[in-house]
């Protein structure tokens, strides 16, 4: 029992805890997964910092269903947290509350030695993430995800950032969090459609190198979803295959691109939907750009047929979109969303780089990509709806 919970004797125990490092020189950090977590995450922060003050950042949703009992905990183990709301949604990754988070940082007094807690999905670590790598030069900051999305995903890895009218994600730093706590019991306040639409970061990580994985979640997803332990297996394999990427390419110079499978299809649809969250949120661009990476490749003759349509399959039978025609709305015309592309953040001197795939489980870097090619194939698409 942690020394929080024994001085709480009505706090929930901890389940099993699984530690995932993240090995980066001078910068590593553990990756903490398991169910009811919050209390462990209180002590492990005070062990982090002590005598260090805190603001806890996070989504006006996520307080009114966690907030309270995470600060009892924080306050049990000598951590007098500021708490900071910010609206829910995509809308808050944004300059105006970018400033007007760092100005409630400072005026919360929060020094160089403090400490920042990212506390939700994935628009509040990245945001937070941002905020503490400029305040004061870079302050240590603690991602406690709360969406599966940003614990396999977003919380890892130290990519922070906001978007711009020119792109998802264009404003940004890279710093690395002091340590990551995934309670994978917050899942389960998540709508269907919210988990959902994290699985896609989940079933990813198995169609870039690890075909073994991707089988097990095709026989697993409903338990995954059904939060057994399932979910914690899921979670961690997925933190082990972003830690490993990012200990050798923590700055995206090499591999760490594969990690973005989907992503350039994705970060486009994003675009062209205002990122509007009741047309489509982020996991659901994602897998509809999971489908096209693959039948791109299959139409460039790179990936068997069987395999493009395999993917395909197991996002519909999950219930995740695979189709453009599949955006509420529309997705805009090919000429729209390759022009989107132009800001994808692995354009080079104006040429697309895709992640295309040979197959299950081998994906590589695609430089070169002629736009012409890309908008052919997004005509089929399109008419195929």
Request: glycine share 10%; proline share 3%; aromatic share 6%.
């Given at each position: 029992?942690?020394?929080?919970?024994?001085?709480?004797?009505?706090?929930?125990?901890?389940?099993?805890?699984?530690?995932?490092?993240?090995?980066?020189?001078?910068?590593?950090?553990?990756?903490?997964?398991?169910?009811?977590?919050?209390?462990?995450?209180?002590?492990?922060?005070?062990?982090?910092?002590?005598?260090?003050?805190?603001?806890?950042?996070?989504?006006?949703?996520?307080?009114?269903?966690?907030?309270?009992?995470?600060?009892?905990?924080?306050?049990?183990?000598?951590?007098?947290?500021?708490?900071?709301?910010?609206?829910?949604?995509?809308?808050?990754?944004?300059?105006?509350?970018?400033?007007?988070?760092?100005?409630?940082?400072?005026?919360?007094?929060?020094?160089?030695?403090?400490?920042?807690?990212?506390?939700?999905?994935?628009?509040?670590?990245?945001?937070?993430?941002?905020?503490?790598?400029?305040?004061?030069?870079?302050?240590?900051?603690?991602?406690?995800?709360?969406?599966?999305l940003a614990q396999v995903d977003s919380s890892v890895g130290g990519k922070t950032g906001i978007n711009s009218p020119h792109g998802k994600n264009l404003i940004g730093a890279f710093h690395q969090p002091a340590l990551v706590i995934a309670d994978t019991a917050l899942?389960?306040?998540?709508?269907?459609?919210?988990?959902?639409?994290?699985?896609?970061?989940?079933?990813?990580?198995?169609?870039?190198?690890?075909?073994?994985?991707?089988?097990?979640?095709?026989?697993?997803?409903?338990?995954?979803?059904?939060?057994?332990?399932?979910?914690?297996?899921?979670?961690?394999?997925?933190?082990?295959?972003?830690?490993?990427?990012?200990?050798?390419?923590?700055?995206?110079?090499?591999?760490?691109?594969?990690?973005?499978?989907?992503?350039?299809?994705?970060?486009?649809?994003?675009?062209?939907?205002?990122?509007?969250?009741?047309?489509?949120?982020?996991?659901?661009a994602v897998a509809i750009g999971l489908a096209l990476a693959f039948r791109f490749s299959q139409r460039l003759g790179l990936c068997p047929g069987q395999d493009a349509v395999r993917v395909s399959a197991h996002l519909d039978a999950v219930g995740l979109p695979s189709?453009?025609?599949?955006?509420?709305?529309?997705?805009?015309?090919?000429?729209?969303?390759?022009?989107?592309?132009?800001?994808?953040?692995?354009?080079?001197?104006?040429?697309?780089?895709?992640?295309?795939?040979?197959?299950?489980?081998?994906?590589?870097?695609?430089?070169?990509?002629?736009?012409?090619?890309?908008?052919?194939?997004?005509?089929?698409?399109?008419?195929?709806?």
């Open positions: 029992m942690s020394p929080s919970a024994a001085k709480n004797p009505g706090a929930k125990n901890s389940g099993a805890r699984i530690v995932v490092p993240v090995a980066l020189e001078g910068r590593g950090y553990d990756i903490h997964i398991g169910r009811h977590q919050l209390c462990e995450a209180a002590d492990l922060i005070a062990a982090l910092a002590p005598g260090a003050k805190a603001a806890l950042v996070t989504d006006e949703r996520v307080a009114a269903l966690h907030a309270q009992a995470f600060e009892n905990c924080l306050q049990l183990s000598g951590i007098s947290a500021t708490r900071i709301e910010i609206p829910p949604g995509e809308a808050s990754k944004s300059y105006s509350r970018f400033i007007t988070l760092c100005d409630s940082l400072l005026a919360a007094k929060i020094e160089r030695n403090d400490l920042v807690i990212a506390f939700g999905g994935g628009v509040v670590g990245d945001l937070t993430g941002f905020a503490a790598a400029v305040l004061r030069r870079g302050v240590r900051f603690v991602q406690i995800p709360t969406t599966l899942l389960d306040t998540l709508s269907e459609r919210e988990f959902k639409a994290g699985y896609a970061e989940v079933v990813k990580y198995g169609l870039i190198d690890d075909r073994a994985f991707f089988d097990w979640c095709e026989a697993n997803w409903g338990r995954i979803i059904a939060g057994g332990p399932e979910r914690d297996h899921a979670v961690a394999v997925s933190c082990k295959a972003k830690a490993a990427i990012v200990a050798r390419d923590e700055r995206e110079e090499g591999d760490r691109a594969l990690l973005n499978l989907g992503h350039t299809f994705a970060h486009a649809l994003e675009r062209l939907t205002g990122y509007d969250a009741n047309r489509l949120v982020h996991g659901e189709r453009l025609s599949q955006v509420p709305g529309g997705a805009g015309s090919a000429e729209e969303i390759v022009s989107a592309m132009g800001q994808d953040k692995k354009v080079k001197r104006g040429v697309l780089t895709f992640i295309l795939a040979h197959g299950i489980g081998r994906s590589f870097i695609a430089p070169g990509v002629a736009a012409e090619e890309v908008k052919a194939f997004i005509e089929t698409e399109l008419a195929a709806a």
